[in-house]
């Protein structure tokens, strides 16, 4: 079996990087791709494990573990080095959604950014009134959100912590003094990215002084970035929230010929929530994830719940029995025809609903717990047939504000994801993210700002119908980011924890890994490795370079309009074993698991 050979590849990304369909519209991806590491391997443990995107970071945490920390003093180390070392990802200029476990509870924390006091619904319109452009909007102070991320993990770490804060800061002030070599993906994602040489800090930080992106394997010191660091961990975090770093901020978004509205009193009285997680049945397991203002928690679980249905109407759409088949691909297995059309589906229907009542539940009522009932789900599930439905309507559940507009802006976001397990079973699922690669663009301090306004619908009413993803002040944007931890229904044991970046894409993503990993017993880099496929409701789509003509071609005779693209998913995953834990990482990024 022959598949596209990287020009191909290539190509029909150029051909498919924004694809309408029922007015839908695909970005390009969040982030570029960098390559595919073929012949991963699971990494074992028996005590603790963590799971990052980048190495240095997987190490620090581990050794917070090997300290005697507890998993969310693994995750604040790992965040900390992710800020220097994978800036374009996720930092303390960005938010988060933090999972916990805490052997009894799951708990939530919501460190979303939030919009400043004096925006309002118009931010992102045109005198005209047409929405702007996404990079006019993101590039500069206009895109800058309150973030949020240091809060949510200063509150985590209050009530779970076990090591003193300050300690958690020293593996990546160790990293930003002494330097840290720059990896291929950060080379060629500043390599790509066109807007760096307009941005004088970053510019001076990732250039050489030909303009030239600086070689990967180049020793790169951020001394800016090591004093923050140093400030926050003596000071802790209204280090960050007032005072110099505080003002710097303030100042680089509003002095930008883009400028924002980003003040002082906006980050002042910024707080990260705890929220009541979103979990629900899938066979065997119960799934936990989080809950508005992310849609991750509640899109995992319709897609799940709707797949459950299918099964129960019709046995032999069972995903169980449609096990993955070998292919000569640099993933190994391929899923079959049937189980992409049956996730494709019902992810249609999940984002079809997304689009419609899914915001910031402070702002918007969101029905989680109708759009979550098995009963629902089992009647948007009849809607299911052998062929595509090619474009889903949103469901009317109880309760709905049938007022709302559905939101028809792009779907983006970059992000991170992180996992960690520690010696006393706690565990943590954490996604976190800037927005777009490289966030604002704006650099303070050693970090980057993030762009996370632009998660906001542009268009903020249709036919006088207000979208509920609208930008209104203190609001939190919506999101796809969905950590999730999976738990065995008899028992109530741990069984997963997992998570990946990739913008909108990021549902997919998730449900793609739990399948792997429950329906067809992948081991944590199996699911990882697997091709990415789904639907956001605009088309079909499938891994450029991993789908094979043949699938392509079934889909395609069975209605779907397939679109091949790049999908940079980024899955990290621990899972229980007999002995321990067992770890993966996504071989499109540089993450590993690492463990003892």
């Known amino acids: ?29 969040p982030e570029v791709q960098s390559g595919y590491r073929s012949g991963l391997q699971p990494v074992h443990a028996s005590r603790h494990m963590v799971a990052a995107a980048n190495p240095l970071a997987s190490e620090a945490g581990r050794a917070m573990l090997r300290a005697g920390g507890s998993a969310i003093d693994a995750a604040i180390a790992m965040q900390m080095v992710l800020t220097l070392v994978e800036p374009q990802s996720s930092g303390i200029g960005g938010g988060g959604f933090i999972l916990y476990w805490d052997g009894q509870q799951v708990q939530a924390y919501d460190g979303r950014e939030t919009a400043p006091a004096t925006v309002t619904e118009t931010l992102f319109l045109q005198p005209d009134g047409s929405p702007m452009p996404f990079r006019a909007a993101q590039i500069g102070g206009r895109s800058v959100a309150v973030p949020g991320v240091l809060r949510a993990l200063k509150m985590a770490h209050e009530q779970h912590g076990k090591l003193p804060w300050g300690e958690l800061f020293k593996p990546a002030i160790a990293l930003a003094r002494e330097g840290f070599p720059i990896s291929q993906r950060l080379h060629t994602l500043v390599a790509e990215d066109p807007f760096i040489p307009s941005s004088p800090a970053m510019a001076r930080y990732f250039l050489d002084d030909q303009g030239k992106p600086l070689a990967a394997g180049t020793l790169l010191r951020n001394p800016e970035l090591a004093q923050t660091f140093e400030q926050l961990a003596e000071q802790g975090v209204e280090a960050f929230y007032t005072g110099p770093i505080a003002e710097a901020m303030v100042a680089q978004v509003r002095s930008h010929a883009n400028a924002g509205q980003l003040s002082l009193e906006d980050l002042r009285q910024y707080q990260a929530k705890t929220r009541t997680p979103v979990c629900g049945p899938y066979k065997a397991w119960q799934i936990c994830g989080m809950p508005p203002p992310s849609s991750g928690g509640v899109g995992v679980l319709q897609t799940l719940g709707i797949l459950e249905a ?12 449609q096990l993955p088949r070998k292919v000569a691909s640099p993933a190994g297995l391929e899923p079959t025809p049937l189980a992409v059309h049956l996730v494709a589906e019902a992810e249609r229907l999940a984002f079809a609903d997304r689009a419609q009542y899914l915001a910031d539940s402070d702002y918007v009522p969101v029905p989680v717990m109708a759009l979550t009932d098995p009963a629902y789900l089992a009647g948007r599930a009849t809607l299911i047939g052998d062929s595509s439905m090619k474009y889903a309507r949103p469901g009317t559940p109880q309760g709905a504000n049938l007022a709302l507009a559905p939101d028809r802006s792009p779907l983006r976001i970059s992000t991170s994801h992180l996992s960690a397990v520690d010696d006393s079973g706690q565990a943590l699922a954490m996604t976190t993210s800037v927005e777009a690669a490289f966030g604002s663009h704006l650099m303070v301090k050693g970090f980057l700002l993030n762009n996370q306004l632009t998660d906001f619908s542009f268009i903020p009413q249709e036919n006088g119908r207000p979208v509920a993803n609208r930008v209104e002040p203190g609001k939190r944007p919506l999101s796809a980011m969905a950590p999730t931890l999976v738990f065995a229904r008899d028992s109530g044991e741990l069984v997963a924890s997992l998570g990946s970046p990739g913008g909108s894409q990021i549902i997919g993503y998730v449900n793609k890994a739990l399948v792997g990993l429950l329906d067809w017993q992948l081991d944590p880099q199996q699911a990882a490795n697997l091709p990415n496929f789904g639907s956001r409701n605009a088309g079909t789509e499938v891994e450029a370079g991993l789908a094979s003509p043949a699938l392509i071609r079934q889909l395609a005779a069975w209605g779907h309009e397939v679109t091949p693209l790049t999908m940079t998913s980024g899955m990290q995953i621990i899972q229980r074993t007999a002995d321990g834990w067992s770890g993966g990482a996504d071989p499109r990024r540089e993450g590993v698991a690492l463990g003892d």
Do not use: Y
């Open 310 to 321: 299918v099964q129960r109407a019709s046995p032999q759409r069972d995903l169980a029995t």
């Open 1 to 29: 079996m022959k598949f596209p050979t990287p020009a191909l590849a290539a190509l029909c990304l150029a051909a498919t990087s924004t694809w309408a369909w029922a007015d839908q519209l695909l970005p390009a991806p």
